[in-house]
């Protein structure tokens, strides 16, 4: 494998940014990117400080190059959590200035400011609070983010892992020697969509069918919602795995195969076993009662006729659907908890928890093949062979190839994740980090 550096980074950032002025009518400002030279400077001098300490203290840091007053007005700022704190000198940008100033910011609540002027050269100007609802972008969540200005943003979040950002838009990643972009994101690729398109009917049709349903009051619910829904629930599973710092597996089966899977078979034994119904179809039963409460409260607003949507769920977050939020997230934390049993944990895409500690009869052998998509539609693919994995992943491959309905996320102890299933003729895997996450 040939490993990818800082100057790597800054090719693909630039084939990913768009000079083309931004789409949105709220956006006053296109921002450009700097010159490739102050470009390398900048990632360059931020990949030197990843690899670095401060007394025995780990360097993770944000950055963005915007000026002071991109920021809004002060009085506006600070009412939504958004404010910049200027500096009487600005402080030359280099490894040194960063090594002293990142300890005393908070990784999610605030970034430093750095501006560029040629007679200078690159800057800190200063210090940005931007609370840490962003975070959720990539853990999973229903809380809108503070806008920030478009412009490039660079987070360090551990030695030789950057990710790059427009604003709140991820754009490119190194990681491990690798560069992964946004363009390979399995989430929102159509097979992904029509695998739980099913779930999606399932839920609105017994949502429609709600005994308190009174017709001439409640508004309609969009079916994409729960697949949102569903897509920020499994961001927060993966994320706290991830966090974890020990790994796991979660498996997805079709609800047709519940049946199968719960038993005794010749593909997974499952140490622990839920009972059916109840507390694990627990998921469900929030997802339902949100909608109620979701159909209740625009029909009250907008009418009968209204069809609403995940905005309307980030709007409406009042006393009745905060509750709801909460037990959403709370229980992908609980599933995510699971995974710190050796083995799988078992679910359908109904969806119900089937148990975990599940373990794979069988196991891939070093050598042979499996492809790695590099499309989200797994159409452009290279074939690898089986050579630095361990026996989680294997697992995972050898089950995919027996059930070609298995869906796998797969997280190493080091964070990294890969989603896993049948690919028509072969074993296909795709590389999964926070940047597959992004929404644009």
Known sequence: MIHSYPHDLVVSLQQRWSYTALDSKDDKKTYLLPATEVLNDLISTCYQVSQMQEETRQIRFRLMMAEPDDYGSADAGLLQGLF????????????????????????NNAMIGVRFREKDGLQIWGVIHTGSRWTQIIHGGSKTAVPLPKALAVHVMGPGRLTVFRGHEILVQLSAGKIISPAVNVFQAEWMTTRFSQVQKRLSAIHAQNPELVKNEWAKVDPDFVGKLYLEFFKHVISTVRRSGHGGMILSFPAGMA??????????????????????????????????VLSIVCGRRYGPDYVAGWDDYVELQGKRLIPLDEQVFKYARFVAGLTGVDGAVVTTEGPELIGYGGIIQGNFEMGEHVAKALDPEGIQRKIERIESVGTRHRSCYYLCKKLHDALGIVVSQDGEVRIVTWGEDSVLYWDVIPIDFATD
Do not use: C, W
Not at 84 to 101: A, D, G, S
Not at 272 to 292: D, H, N, P, W
């Open 84 to 107: 910049v704190m200027k500096f009487t000198n600005q402080r030359p940008f280099n490894t040194y200035e960063l090594l002293k100033l990142a300890p005393a910011l908070n990784f």
């Open 259 to 292: 049946n199968l899977i719960s038993k005794d078979n010749p593909y997974i034994s499952i140490k622990y076993r839920f009972t059916e119904g109840g507390a694990s179809q627990q998921l469900k039963t929030l997802v339902l009662e949100i909608m109620k």
